[in-house]
């Protein structure tokens, strides 16, 4: 098992009523209510949160792009890799994503992430993703090209880390006639491509394709749909002629560690509720914009969304139950962990430990268990063979 | 309710037409609300040779594809009239529809008979913008889409939890709409080149049109030579759907008018 640690920068001062009082924490939640006052010190402390996590021994710890909302406070992913890029010195900086759909020049998004690679010699791994559906409305992008965007600006970046320049780019949204990366990307051919999504088959069908690592996003969704995508991608690798390596699956879920499992709910729950009543406070509208997703997995899922959206969550027990999140002791979260990953065959872990409106100290104290009384336990889990170059199969 | 439906080939897309009635050709060019065939239709077909195809992405007709515009949308019709085969059309479109319908008529307006614009997109008038349709909810749709949003005609139309079987013809209603509309129902250059549209228009509006308000109608009255109004009360964006009666009255009075 190798280990990640995962940040979402919520935004952890909205008011008590948010809930009653607004319908959406995203693109139209107004920005009144963010305070910069506050937002130094918050930015701060989790930036300091995932450096902690460089010395604890994580493998790599994770970034992500969100636009106009409370959810996620980084709408540049890049600019919170770079602030990281020399405040830690051996955590692979995991970014996840650039939401590539959203823009125009693809090759900006290419040169920024050879920029932290070279910066970091090769510590960078690229993360691409569709993105949310409200991203669409915040950056006026057309939904029913997100896929044909995702993909021709993929094609885009990869060809422009490893081809030589300069060349032409003659495609359907993008067309430019002089590509010519400086800098180029340290790692050879290119940095790790993750794809973090949360279950549209199509997406899952091409990563399998392209062999690229799919990550199960840490979305609020009880556990048994998220092991469903899981075991779909490893199909789809199947139908593509080959087995899923462990690592090629990673595993997006919220942690908390405390002394007892008592402790660590009470610790826990009211920054979980936080979260899931404020923060992933979405109209179904914003979040599936037609074309966003094929029409057959809009049909697919809007009857299930309806019927496990975390807004219908009421109670700790249904969370438990539902295994949203993993929440306990040392021991319940390795043994909860170690369950899930036999279960689902996941050899990625990508923790995300601050949720809500938690204070550092808690978020600290349990990245701080998890690394030293949990991890070591985990280690021996999924993990692959290494790769025998040149072996005869 | 008595139209024959036929599969057309356009080229290489499989195009689903509703047509009934003979007369001169009506060519009724839908909106992404209501897309079936209606009593409006009927009563139009007692008169008219009455044209109803279904635009691309929508049920029944092959999938967008590479129509990215109006542009495209306009040519693929020509496309339809050719293959038809049939003299000049009188046009009728609501919404999306009526935007269609303009951005014909300022391109070929000698091709056609008259025009009839119903509550239509495609003027961008910043004092009164239209409305964001694509992130409302049905609860929140129906009072910009009816003057009685609690009407069964409104629920019937969209209503809180569609039938299953209806899922797929709405997210492709929804995905045509977002593929010309998205987030500005509107062509910013439109209003340049109305002087071009000789063809004879009316524009029939809803007076409570809460997606594309009566603005827009005085924008395309303003741009049009010749135009004639007529303001329907107690009506919203959908007039065919919420007054279908005096619609049908207004289009065939000045059809009538004309000697078409």
Not at chain 1, 105 to 133: F, K, N, Y
Request: with cysteine; hydrophobic share 40%; aromatic share 12%.
């Amino acid at each position: 098992m190798r280990f990640f640690c995962f940040h979402l920068m919520p935004w952890a001062h909205l008011p008590e009523d948010f809930a009653e009082r607004y319908d959406s924490a995203w693109v139209t939640c107004p920005n009144t209510l963010y305070d910069p006052q506050l937002g130094h010190p918050l930015y701060n402390r989790y930036l300091d949160e995932l450096e902690l996590a460089d010395q604890l021994g994580f493998e790599g710890i994770c970034v992500n792009e969100h636009h106009q909302n409370a959810y996620g406070n980084m709408p540049s992913p890049n600019i919170m890799a770079a602030c990281l890029a020399r405040r830690t010195t051996q955590a692979k900086l995991a970014i996840l994503g650039n939401v590539l759909p959203l823009y125009d020049h693809p090759q900006r998004v290419a040169e920024e992430l050879a920029m932290l690679d070279v910066i970091t010699q090769g510590r960078i791994i690229s993360g691409m993703v569709v993105g949310t559906g409200m991203e669409y409305f915040s950056y006026n992008i057309n939904p029913t090209y997100a896929r044909e965007r995702f993909h021709e600006a993929h094609d885009l970046i990869v060809k422009a880390w490893t081809h030589d320049g300069p060349f032409a780019w003659e495609g359907k949204h993008y067309r430019f006639r002089y590509i010519n990366l400086w800098p180029k990307p340290y790692q050879q051919p290119h940095p790790p491509i993750w794809v973090p999504g949360s279950g549209s088959p199509e997406t899952m069908e091409w990563v399998a394709q392209q062999r690229y690592t799919y990550m199960v996003l840490p979305t609020l969704a009880p556990f048994e749909l998220r092991r469903q995508s899981a075991q779909y991608f490893r199909e789809c690798c199947e139908r593509e002629g080959y087995t899923a390596r462990y690592e090629q699956i990673g595993w997006g879920i919220g942690v908390y560690v405390a002394e007892t499992d008592e402790q660590a709910r009470r610790e826990y729950e009211p920054h979980f509720w936080y979260y899931a009543r404020n923060l992933l406070k979405t109209p179904a509208p914003l979040s599936l914009p037609p074309g966003h997703t094929s029409l057959a997995t809009m049909l697919a899922t809007a009857e299930r969304r309806l019927r496990s959206r975390p807004g219908n969550l009421s109670t700790w027990d249904e969370v438990e139950r539902g295994g949203y999140v993993v929440v306990g002791s040392p021991e319940t979260v390795r043994q909860r962990l170690e369950d899930y990953a036999q279960r689902v065959g996941f050899g990625l872990l990508v923790a995300n430990f601050s949720v809500g409106n938690v204070p550092t100290e808690l978020t600290q104290k349990s990245m701080t268990l998890f690394a030293q009384e949990v991890m070591p336990k985990l280690k021996h889990v999924n993990s692959d063979a290494p790769v025998v170059v040149g072996a005869v199969a | 309710m008595n139209y024959r439906e036929e599969i057309l080939t356009v080229r290489d897309r499989h195009i689903r037409l509703l047509r009934a009635g003979t007369g001169q050709p009506l060519l009724y060019l839908h909106d992404t609300f209501s897309y079936t065939w209606t009593r409006v239709h009927d009563a139009l077909a007692a008169h008219y040779e009455v044209l109803f195809p279904m635009h691309p992405g929508c049920a029944g007709s092959t999938d967008l594809d590479d129509i990215e515009g109006m542009d495209d949308l306009v040519f693929h019709y020509l496309d339809v009239w050719a293959t038809l085969g049939l003299e000049r059309p009188i046009l009728l479109g609501p919404s999306l529809g009526g935007w269609l319908a303009v951005e014909w008529a300022v391109r070929y307006p000698e091709m056609l008979r008259a025009l009839i614009l119903v509550d239509a997109f495609g003027m961008r008038v910043p004092e009164a913008p239209a409305t964001d349709l694509l992130r409302l909810d049905a609860a929140q749709m129906r009072p910009v889409l009816f003057a009685d949003p609690n009407a069964a005609v409104a629920h019937d139309l969209i209503p809180d939890m569609p039938a299953p079987e209806s899922l797929e013809a709405r997210f492709r209603a929804r995905q045509t709409l977002a593929r010309f509309a998205w987030q500005f129902p509107d062509n910013p250059k439109l209003s340049r080149y109305l002087y071009r549209v000789k063809t004879p228009t009316l524009i029939i509006w809803g007076a409570h049109d809460g997606v594309v308000s009566t603005a827009h109608a005085q924008a395309y009255l303003r741009g049009i030579v010749g135009a004639e109004l007529v303001v329907l009360p107690l009506c919203g964006h959908l007039p065919l759907v919420e007054q279908p009666e005096a619609c049908v009255h207004a289009v065939l009075h000045y059809l009538a008018r004309l000697g078409a």
